[in-house]
């Protein structure tokens, strides 16, 4: 495991991993690595308004609020909660808005020019390996005019607590060096695993 992956599952750890909320109706009753892709589903169907409703509480702060507001607009981009790996082991499910959505839909792996103006959203959540469901964070990319970030390649990351709180870690350390070291030659882009992405039509 690369270093700043290192770094940001403890950044990522630390900043939720005991306060995401228990959704223990949810709870599927084996590990996370053990579900199937129809398993994770039903997790997130059972989860997936109370997630969205969670997301959009109390003030966000340095977090545009019509981002919150808006992700679930958007177009769904995974077929199935991704199987855990990057972002804590969590399973997500990834939206991108309109300016982005083509672009990221291609799924290319090298010399990918991300349009100014893309929003990703990613819903997650975690199984235990008592098969206990914890509700995750809501992982937020934004990418904004050349220059403006060169230290993030012009990605800005947030997040946003299970309980709508924003979020104040290190999102250089925890988001930026990870998708950069990892992610670099795509554009910064951590698509869902292939059996899991949507494709345009």
């Known amino acids: 495991m690369k270093y700043s992956l290192v770094i940001a599952a403890a950044a990522i750890a630390l900043a939720f991993g005991t306060s995401s909320a228990q959704a223990a109706s949810c709870d599927p009753g084996k590990a996370g690595y053990d579900l199937t892709a129809e398993e994770a589903e039903k997790v997130y169907d059972c989860l997936k308004q109370s997630l969205v409703d969670g997301y959009k509480k109390g003030n966000k702060r340095w977090i545009p609020k019509e981002i919150v507001d808006d992700y679930r607009n958007w177009a769904l981009v995974t077929k199935f909660p991704a ?22 839909m291609e799924y290319k792996e090298e010399d990918v020019v991300v349009p100014s103006g ?20 809501l992982f937020i990319m934004q ?31 925890a988001c930026s060096e ?21 494709h345009k039509n």
């Open 83 to 104: 199987a855990p790996g990057f972002h804590g082991g969590r399973f997500l499910m990834t939206y991108v808005n309109a300016v982005g959505a083509d672009t990221y």
């Open 178 to 198: 990870c998708h950069m070291e990892n992610f670099g030659h795509q554009g910064e882009l951590g698509y869902p695993t292939p059996d899991a992405r949507v």
């Open 143 to 173: 990418k904004v005019d050349k220059g403006k970030s060169p230290k993030t390649n012009d990605w800005y990351y947030m997040m946003v607590a299970p309980n709508g709180a924003p979020l104040a870690v290190n999102v250089y350390k």
């Open 118 to 137: 893309t929003l990703i959203a990613k819903e997650s959540f975690s199984v235990s390996d008592e098969g206990k469901v914890r509700k995750g964070p």
